[in-house]
């Protein structure tokens, strides 16, 4: 009864947004407060969901970054004007509150307590670890090379080339689940995973980078949740992490501060506002991604791209999940095009990208998407799935507020690359057993003879 309550209280919520927002009769700082509230939701609707529950925290840093804007009319376009005008940021706002919406009303009621890596199956086998650890070595020296912040100067400098630069690098960390399932309970493989995992996060940070190492924690975090890690540790324990991103977030622009500056400055770093790795910065990131979304609008409203060309975009996208964008037209990455012209941080949020592909429908679409994935990783003990939801729960950093297309490729990657291996050994076992038979007709063949 409580949770039909909830539903037909969403339903309203949601009716009134759409009809105020087309009729204007609804402010935009209560349309607002309106996905506040259902990002708040989400988070309490998982709290039972540790992994989720962070996912839909990471969700509510880009609403409450708003306030300043609607609430005090604080610029918040991070220096970007050509397109910054307040019925574009309207429009961003209200589609991403539809979308908060549309999850709050499709995401299912978690009754009990998940820990996934009580259904994730561990078993010791040595040709797939091996095999999976040597591919994982193989991306961490040449998935990607170039210069270190240190030898560029700064982030942001540094050239990141190799096979296909980043793109072919963070499929590093997509499969870390697959050689934790092959590893048993092997402390000695267990050491190797962890090696390689140091190893990376090393070279990351070399370059750095940060996004690829949140995935590498939450991941490291499914492998360790457990019924005694309670969220008043966990934030205890996060803050350590947290604090040093922000610190790494100001040295990188400036490494060589770590041999210039005293200590006490160095731990100071995140509260200068000047600094650009401060927490201030932090937040104009998140702001930097919504006036990047706002883009889309400018651009289906000024004509800048055509209906036409809107339909090319998504038609471009789905052929990306199997072809990079560098062999694409520069208007499939929506994010980066023209962006010589209407300069942005690249990135957008995922309810604008699926605006721009469908409009509405879009948006219902991907929230019926990813309420599906999470009532399917609720239960399931299928591996391909506790696999793909793993990556999910991981990437989220990319495909939220990056590009979408981290869902239908990287994720996926995760799984085809089990399947893969899988149908290798099948096939070896099989010629194997295949020669041990012709063999053994030979011999007796031979016998008879």
């Avoid at 095999?131 to 991306?139: A, E, H, K, P, V």
Wanted: net charge positive; hydrophobic share 50%.
């Amino acid at each position: 009864m409580k949770v039909y309550f909830e539903k037909i209280v969403i339903v309203i919520a949601t009716i009134t947004v759409v009809i105020g927002y087309y009729f204007s009769f609804l402010s935009m700082e209560i349309t607002m407060w309106s996905g506040i509230v259902a990002n708040l939701y989400l988070i309490i609707k998982s709290r039972k969901f540790k992994p989720l529950a962070f996912l839909f925290f990471f969700w509510l840093t880009f609403i409450i970054n708003l306030i300043p804007y609607y609430k005090n009319g604080y610029d918040i376009s991070g220096g970007y004007y050509q397109l910054d005008i307040p019925q574009y940021y309207d429009r961003a706002t209200f589609v991403h509150v539809f979308l908060l919406l549309c999850t709050a009303l499709l995401m299912p009621t978690i009754k009990k307590r998940i820990y996934l890596k009580d259904r994730i199956p561990v078993k010791l086998d040595n040709f797939s670890f091996w095999f999976t650890s040597l591919f994982m070595l193989f991306i961490l020296l040449y998935g990607a090379k170039g210069q270190s912040v240190f030898e560029a100067q700064g982030y942001g400098q540094t050239a990141v080339e190799g096979l296909g630069g980043l793109a072919v690098y963070e499929y590093f960390v997509i499969l870390i689940p697959a050689a934790y399932m092959f590893s048993g309970n092997s402390k000695y493989h267990r050491l190797v995973l962890y090696l390689l995992i140091t190893l990376f996060s090393l070279r990351t940070l070399s370059f750095g980078g940060r996004n690829l190492l949140i995935q590498i924690a939450m991941i490291l975090f499914v492998f360790l949740d457990n019924p005694r890690l309670k969220y008043r540790y966990l934030i205890i324990l996060a803050f350590i992490p947290v604090y040093f991103f922000f610190v790494f977030g100001a040295l990188r622009q400036n490494p060589y501060l770590i041999f210039n500056a005293s200590v006490e400055e160095i731990l100071l770093l995140p509260f200068n506002n000047k600094s650009e790795g401060s927490i201030l910065e932090a937040l104009l990131t998140q702001n930097d991604v919504f006036y990047s979304s706002v883009r889309f609008y400018a651009f289906i409203e000024e004509e800048i791209i055509t209906t036409e060309e809107r339909v090319q975009v998504l038609l471009f996208n789905s052929l990306a999940v199997i072809v990079p964008f560098k062999f694409l037209p520069d208007i499939a990455n929506i994010s980066t095009y023209r962006r010589d012209i209407y300069n942005c941080g690249g990135g957008a949020l995922i309810s604008s990208y699926y605006y721009l592909f469908l409009g509405l429908p879009g948006v219902v679409f991907i929230s019926a998407y990813l309420t599906f994935v999470i009532k399917k990783i609720e239960f399931t003990i299928n591996k391909y799935w506790l696999v793909y939801g793993i990556a999910f729960l991981s990437t989220f950093v990319r495909w939220f507020a990056y590009n979408p297309i981290v869902i239908f490729k990287l994720c996926v990657f995760g799984v085809l690359y089990i399947v893969v291996l899988e149908i290798v050994k099948s096939t070896i076992r099989l010629s194997a057993a295949s020669y041990e038979k012709q063999k053994l007709l030979f011999s007796k063949f031979q016998k008879k003879k």
